[in-house]
């Protein structure tokens, strides 16, 4: 019976899989969005071949869980970073992170500007550049682009801060808990090849449940089902769940809140380079987390479809091995 099942969902996804592929997309600019207006983005900007030019991790320690000691090319980054608002008076630096291989950084662009955020960031590079050819560093210093992630929502800018100032003490984590932060492109799971990052022995447990709730679930109704779920979770089944509905979210945070395992399912895969961020990566560092993913990385998502919630519903289902 189970290899009739089995059968059934390889054959399924070979039907419809490729009606819900995301093609990825090739720009790390949004498509359409102005770059001269107010807004805040927070940017990241690569060392050319990941050197480690701009510091060295160091840590832990009494004080700090981990932190970067800026080399003296490092220095001069941090400098030229927060001297932006001298050339560009409408811009505001809201946060500067110098990691060894890479920077992080938030600006806030208050008004319209007469030049775009890219002139903005390539005369920032180019200070760096010209810094690091007295300094007899090889170049080019950077990447030749730069990722900018747009402010769009409420809470956001939160989010943002933490995520930048949280870098040094994830990549210790991630350092020491390596195998829990590779990146894999090819993996089996529900009769479907995807994405994952995370512990993959959760794909192996012996009883894995798929947290499926309604969306016209009243509170008293969720609470009922966040209380179903956590005591499964709490005797040692994984729930599964793209964590899309209300109730859904609400059983997926508690169950992680109480360190149990979870599989998610995320409409976006992973980069190389791709890490959790909040308490998805602590999640990662305890092994307690695996991210999979039926779709290729794209740097701007579109929004969630009805085909697509189906197509990760289906993949929970597939995945739990009770129903």
């Known amino acids: 019976m189970d290899d009739?099942?089995?059968?059934?969902?390889?054959?399924?996804?070979?039907?419809?899989?490729?009606?819900y592929q995301k093609k990825p997309s090739m720009s790390r600019r949004m498509a359409g969005h102005?770059?001269?207006g107010r807004c805040?983005?927070?940017?990241?900007?690569?060392?050319?071949?990941?050197?480690?030019?701009?510091?060295?991790?160091?840590?832990?320690?009494?004080?700090?869980?981990?932190?970067?000691?800026?080399s003296a090319l490092g220095d001069a980054v941090k400098r030229y970073w927060h001297e932006i608002p001298l050339h560009h008076p409408h811009v505001k630096v809201l946060r500067g992170q110098l990691m060894p291989d890479h920077f992080h950084g938030i600006l806030f662009v208050t008004e319209k500007t007469s030049v775009?955020?890219?002139?903005?960031?390539n005369s920032f590079k180019k200070a760096c550049t010209f810094a690091a050819r007295e300094l007899n560093i090889a170049t080019p210093l950077w990447?030749?682009?730069?990722?900018?992630?747009?402010?769009?929502?409420?809470?956001q800018l939160s989010s943002m801060i933490n995520y930048v100032d949280d870098n040094p003490r994830r990549l210790w984590v991630k350092r020491n808990n390596s195998d829990f932060f590779?990146?894999?492109?090819?993996?089996?799971?529900?009769?479907?090849?995807?994405?994952?990052?995370?512990?993959?022995?959760?794909?192996?447990?012996?009883?894995?449940?798929?947290?499926?709730?309604?969306?016209?679930?009243?509170?008293?109704?969720?609470?009922?089902?966040?209380?179903?779920?956590?005591a499964l979770a709490q005797r040692g089944v994984?729930?599964?769940?793209?964590?899309?509905?209300?109730?859904?979210?609400?059983v997926i945070k508690a169950a992680q809140a109480a360190h149990c395992k979870v599989i998610k399912i995320v409409d976006n895969g992973f980069t190389s380079l791709s890490k959790p961020s909040?308490?998805?990566?602590?999640?990662?560092?305890?092994?307690?987390?695996?991210?999979?993913?039926?779709?290729?990385?794209?740097?701007?998502?579109?929004?969630?479809t009805e085909q697509i919630c189906y197509h990760l519903n289906a993949l929970a289902a597939a995945i739990a091995t009770t129903s």
């Not at 747009?150 to 809470?155: A, D, P, Y």
């Not at 994984?238 to 609400?250: N, T």
């Not at 305890?286 to 779709?295: A, M």
Request: glycine share 8%; aromatic share 8%.
């Open 143 to 155: 990447e030749s682009d730069y990722h900018d992630l747009i402010l769009s929502s409420r809470g």
């Open 116 to 121: 775009p955020l890219g002139t903005i960031i």
């Open 238 to 250: 994984v729930l599964v769940s793209p964590a899309i509905s209300p109730g859904e979210k609400e």
């Open 40 to 70: 805040i983005y927070m940017i990241t900007i690569v060392v050319a071949g990941r050197r480690k030019l701009l510091g060295t991790l160091c840590g832990p320690d009494e004080s700090h869980m981990a932190w970067v000691k800026a």
């Open 278 to 304: 909040g308490e998805d990566f602590d999640a990662c560092s305890r092994g307690d987390l695996l991210l999979i993913s039926p779709f290729k990385h794209q740097n701007h998502r579109t929004g969630l």
């Open 182 to 230: 590779k990146v894999r492109k090819m993996v089996e799971a529900g009769g479907q090849q995807v994405e994952a990052l995370g512990n993959l022995f959760l794909l192996d447990f012996p009883v894995i449940t798929a947290v499926q709730c309604t969306r016209k679930l009243t509170k008293e109704q969720i609470q009922a089902q966040v209380e179903h779920f956590l």
């Open 34 to 36: 102005d770059y001269y």
């Open 4 to 19: 009739y099942r089995n059968e059934q969902r390889r054959q399924w996804w070979q039907r419809n899989a490729g009606k």
